[in-house]
Structures are given as structure tokens and as C-alpha cells.
């Protein structure tokens, strides 16, 4: 087994462990602004429960409350929302429910972080009240914004999410990161501040924020889609609506996306020609940028974002080292824009 730094198994262990493991998982998401007293502890809590129903995902608690990505095996699914429902905490918090299920593992591990704010955005929440959020959106009320020249939708996600799905008209300002966006948007929306706004992101977390943050900036009727695009896709169907969401939903786990409707919209980024919405990590580890590609491309390239990266992660390892040092910076020729996830 290969081992790393304190007993820990590698990435690469983790996966291939994972995908042995074929039990058939949920995989959700929820979130929830409460007062947590001690971070650390519930950190712990969560840990221990968790890791003994070998649940996987990524989970981030603070001060202000939780933040969580994750699968459950469907074997434990009882115990899990048992557990859950235990918890003062937790208590009737909402799942969103992947729509794309058992296809390859939307985790290897599970992660559990004590941060200092569940979402990063920048901004300090002693000069604005977080608590003055918009009102809540149903998706048949967002399919009439999205009908009404009137009102105006706004996607508050970054560009690599944008830009292989989202709504019929929506603005989608292009940054790489949500605290960018909470800058952009008031800006970008100036003229606009009595008019009816829309705001969307994944799961909904995003727009708890960014409501009250435009709320505080002057604008006067704002409101935000409950749930994210993840519940609108699952209610769509389950009340016959029309889908109003192009492409793919862009989502932060090993998947990198679940689709919504079957239209490509985002184009190969090594061709720039085929249509394509799948993205990729570049398999040079020490650029990792994360590209879409068209089938041919990817397999044309092996998987690399570029030849220049196919080939510098063939070098002997000691000059490998010395490239890590300056890659980002200096020797990769970009043939798109870097973009390196972060939680969201
Ligand atoms: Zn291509
Ligand atoms: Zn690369």
C-alpha cells in the first residue's frame, strides 16, 4: 500500500479502494447557517459517525454552520438520516439529491474541514446583516423570471460552471471565484437596482449570501432559485415542468457535473471547434488545470491540457522537481485560461 504522510493512503490508493468498493451510494448535498459553539468538536463528531457508515465526501463546518458534499452508502441511508435527525444541529436540513447516480463515485475519501466561513466570499459579516436574505424562487416562479423581459437572472457561479450549462438568458459574469462575482455583480447590475432580480447557483448556499450582499448594496427585489439548479432539475420532473436550464450542471466532486438537458453548449477547449461540456484535470499533476475537451482531442492528447504538459511530465523526476517550481509561473504555454478548483 503506498502511504504518505502519517499512515494517510495515497489519492491514488483511496481511488482504486473506492472503486472496488461497488455498494450503491447516494450522493447529496446540503447546507445549513447555524450557530455551531465548537467547530473542532463537531468536527469530530461528524468524523466518527460518518466514518463508521463509510460515507465519502467533502464537508466544511465553521462558527457559521455547515457545509456538506457527499454519498452515503444506500445500505446506511437509514441510520445516516436517523443520525441527522438526532442532531440539534442538523435537524430536518434539506438533501439535494444528485440526479446522475451509481455511474463512478462522486468521492474517494471523506474530508471533514474546520474552516472560518462555510462559503469563501470575502466579505466581512459584521458590516452588512447576513440574515436579510432574498425571498425564496420555486422553479415554476424561476421559469417565469426567465419568461419576463422585466427581470433579470443572474447565474453566481464562476465561469467553468457557467459555461457548460445554464439558464436561458442568464448573465454569467465571467470570474473565477465567488468572492470576485460578490464585486462584479452589484456593479455590473448598477442601473438595475429596482428592477426584479433572480439570483442561482449549484445548491443554493451561494445565493443565501449574495442576496443579502446585494440587499445591502441597494437592491430592492432580489430573489434566489431554493435549492440551486440541483432541486430545480429534480422538481422539473417530478411536476412536468419545462426545463429551462441548457446543459450540463456543473457539480464540485470527482463527477464534475450532472446533466440537465441533453444540448451541449461549451466548446472543446484544445480544438476550439467540436461542441464538447466534459471537463478533465490535465494529468500533469503539476498543472492540473482543469480543461473541457472533445473525445478526439483528449484522446489525441493523452489527457494533457497541452503537448507541452504531455511532454514536461515525462522528464526525469529531478527535473520535474525544478519545473513544479516554475510551471505556473513562467513554462506552460496556456492555450485557455487557468482555472484550478476551489471549494465553493
Ligand atoms: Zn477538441
Ligand atoms: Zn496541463
Not at 426584479?196 to 437592491?219: D, M, P, Q, V
Not at 411536476?239 to 450532472?258: C, I, T, W
Not at 466534459?278 to 480543461?291: E, M, R, S, V, W
Request: overall charge positive; aromatic content about 10%.
Amino acid at each position: 500500500m503506498a502511504v504518505t504522510q502519517q499512515g494517510k493512503i495515497s489519492r491514488h490508493e483511496q481511488k482504486a479502494r473506492a472503486e472496488a468498493d461497488t455498494r450503491p451510494r447516494r450522493t447529496i448535498s446540503f447546507y445549513r447557517y447555524v450557530q455551531i459553539a465548537d467547530p473542532k468538536l463537531f468536527r469530530d463528531r461528524l468524523l466518527t459517525v460518518w466514518s463508521s457508515l463509510d460515507c465519502f465526501g467533502r464537508i466544511y463546518v465553521a462558527h457559521e454552520g455547515i457545509n456538506a458534499q457527499m454519498n452515503v452508502p444506500l445500505m446506511y441511508w437509514d441510520q445516516f438520516d436517523a443520525w441527522i435527525q438526532s442532531q440539534p444541529e442538523l435537524r430536518g436540513v434539506p438533501y439535494k439529491v444528485a440526479v446522475e447516480e451509481h455511474e463512478k463515485p462522486s468521492f474517494y475519501k471523506l474530508t471533514i474541514k474546520v474552516r472560518s466561513k462555510i462559503v469563501a466570499d470575502g466579505l466581512d459579516d459584521s458590516t452588512f446583516d447576513v440574515t436579510d436574505t432574498g425571498t425564496y424562487l420555486t422553479p415554476e416562479e424561476m421559469n417565469q423570471y426567465i419568461d419576463d423581459p422585466d427581470a433579470i437572472v443572474v447565474d453566481m457561479r464562476n465561469n467553468y460552471e457557467s459555461e457548460v450549462g445554464h439558464f436561458t438568458g442568464a448573465i454569467t459574469p465571467d470570474v473565477d471565484t465567488f468572492r470576485e462575482e460578490l464585486q462584479v455583480v452589484p456593479e455590473q447590475l448598477r442601473v438595475h437596482k429596482n428592477q426584479k432580480i433572480a439570483l442561482y447557483c449549484t445548491g443554493g448556499i451561494r445565493c443565501e449570501k449574495a442576496s443579502a450582499w446585494l440587499k445591502h448594496n441597494g437592491f430592492t427585489n432580489v430573489r434566489h432559485l431554493k435549492g440551486g439548479i440541483i432541486e430545480y432539475a429534480h422538481q422539473v420532473k417530478q411536476q412536468g415542468l419545462v426545463n429551462k436550464f441548457r446543459g450540463k450542471n456543473f457539480v464540485f466532486d470527482e463527477r464534475l457535473g450532472e446533466r440537465i438537458s441533453d444540448e451541449v453548449i461549451a466548446t472543446c477547449h484544445l480544438c476550439r471547434k467540436a461542441k464538447a461540456d466534459t471537463h478533465y484535470h490535465c494529468k500533469n499533476q503539476i498543472c492540473h488545470a482543469l480543461f473541457i475537451g472533445c473525445d478526439a482531442c483528449v484522446k489525441k492528447q493523452g489527457g494533457y491540457c497541452s503537448r507541452w504538459c504531455a511532454l514536461t511530465d515525462k522528464a526525469p523526476a529531478p527535473l520535474k522537481k525544478w519545473f513544479a517550481r516554475y510551471y505556473n509561473a513562467w513554462l506552460r504555454q496556456r492555450p485557455f485560461k487557468k482555472t484550478r478548483l476551489k471549494a465553493s
